[in-house]
């Protein structure tokens, strides 16, 4: 078999390829860029949908909310105008609470309105941040803080004992001996 050698020097360029390579190099590099401008081009598009979306989102939240303060401006002018011949004005505790709950995103009824407590009442803790320095004195605090609570229970255990020995002198007593190496032991308690 014959070799051909097709000799690549750095001055010679791409001129001196062969028709074939040089085409076929030609062909992935025009893919590739056509490749890279659909994608450029889907991203764009995906891009220019959202900001549509978000646009939507926006005006429709805005027509609502101002279709909310209409409403509730409504109410408030009825409120006013309706009689408060009570002794007690529940108008104007029914459009306070209104002004304090409606300000919320969820637009639901106020607490004062509901019999039962609804999910946006529920609150769960997740996760609280206390700076490490905060925290090591808080526990220092606590341990000083439980050293009088352990005095005073002593106290009081102590007292209990010296009751309990007072008035049921046939309980039974327990007594600890020591013994030295000398073989002496110590005096017994009176």
Do not use: C, N
Not at 54 to 68: G, I, N, P
Not at 115 to 132: C, E, G, K, L, Y
């Amino acid at each position: 078999m014959a070799s051909v050698d097709f000799p690549l020097m750095a001055g010679e360029g791409i001129e001196d390829l062969p028709r074939t390579i040089r085409r076929e190099r030609e062909a992935r590099e025009r893919a590739a860029r056509e490749r890279e401008a659909a994608e450029r081009a889907a991203r764009e598009q995906e891009e220019i949908a959202a900001r549509a979306m978000e646009v939507r989102d926006r005006e429709t939240k805005s027509r609502e909310r101002l279709a909310h303060k209409r409403d509730h401006r409504r109410e408030q002018v009825r409120d006013q105008k309706r009689d408060t011949s009570l002794s007690h004005d529940f108008a104007s505790v029914a459009a306070q609470a209104e002004r304090t709950d409606y300000d919320r995103d969820d637009y639901t009824a106020p607490s004062v309105f509901r019999s039962q407590p609804s999910a946006s009442d529920a609150t769960a803790v997740s996760r609280f941040d206390v700076p490490f320095a905060h925290l090591m004195a808080f526990s220092i605090k606590a341990v000083v803080a439980a050293i009088p609570a352990l005095v005073l229970l002593t106290a009081i255990l102590w007292v209990g004992g010296a009751l309990l020995k007072a008035f049921f002198p046939e309980l039974i007593h327990m007594q600890i001996l020591i013994t030295f190496p000398d073989g002496s032991t110590p005096p017994k308690p009176a």
